[in-house]
């Protein structure tokens, strides 16, 4: 079962997380594959926007540490510590996930379902705009593991939310629920639980209709 879907639907590319029972936490092949999809997701003229979601009740909880040793030589080498190993690798991909989306000549939204956090939090935020269902949990819970945010999460969560409120998610690692996120302008749009797809999709569908260099300009000024 690919861990990672994509389909191309009337013009819009549907990238999905794909392990639901690992609440779409994702380990470095399926981070690379990420990058990779969306580069072809932007480079591709027929696909107009882009959209973000996933597979199940949760959008994506973030880094897989539990990787079996078998799938690292490092690891099993005894030559590089595991968590840094995977930590580092996973890292890298997600430092070109906002390069792309902000080159993008399209926009890109992320359709949020269940949790966002840590690595999955940082897609959503690189996202040019984020739905929420009902249900949504946004956070960074780095500190209480001993790793720092990544993938351009420093420099926009405090543009997003101010600096304040960065600084309170970042260093305590709690969470805010969906209507707090749209309270503080990180959610565009809330919707009910099943409703996040088509409410991207349709705002997907507005934006395509604007003029695509007047599109391309604003997130380049933005």
């Not at 092949?29 to 999809?37: I, Q």
């Not at 500190?143 to 101010?162: C, F, H, R």
Request: proline share 4%; charged share 25%.
């Amino acid at each position: 079962m690919a861990e990672l879907l994509y389909e191309i639907k009337e013009g819009i590319g549907w990238i999905r997380f794909n392990r639901p029972e690992l609440l779409n936490a994702f380990n470095p092949e399926e981070a690379r594959a990420l990058v990779s999809t969306l580069q072809q997701a932007a480079d591709d003229d027929a696909v107009k926007a882009i959209i973000v979601s996933s597979v199940g009740d949760a959008f994506c909880a973030g880094d897989d540490l539990k990787v079996a040793l078998e799938e690292y030589p490092l690891i099993k080498s005894g030559e590089i510590h595991p968590i840094i190993d995977i930590v580092e690798d996973i890292t890298e991909s997600l430092q070109e996930i906002p390069r792309i989306i902000r080159k993008a000549r399209k926009v890109v939204i992320a359709a949020v379902r269940g949790y966002a956090v840590g690595g999955g939090f940082e897609i959503a935020i690189d996202s040019d705009m984020i739905v929420a269902a009902e249900n949504a949990k946004f956070g960074f819970p780095e500190a209480n593991a001993g790793m720092t945010i990544t993938g351009g999460a420093s420099k926009l969560l405090p543009m997003i939310v101010g600096l304040n409120k960065a600084r309170e998610m970042v260093l305590t690692g709690e969470f805010i629920d969906a209507a707090e996120g749209y309270r503080i302008g990180l959610v565009n749009k809330l919707v009910p639980l099943g409703e996040e797809e088509k409410e991207a999709e349709r705002l997907a569908r507005v934006i395509m209709t604007r003029a695509p260099l007047a599109v391309v300009n604003h997130k380049r000024m933005l």
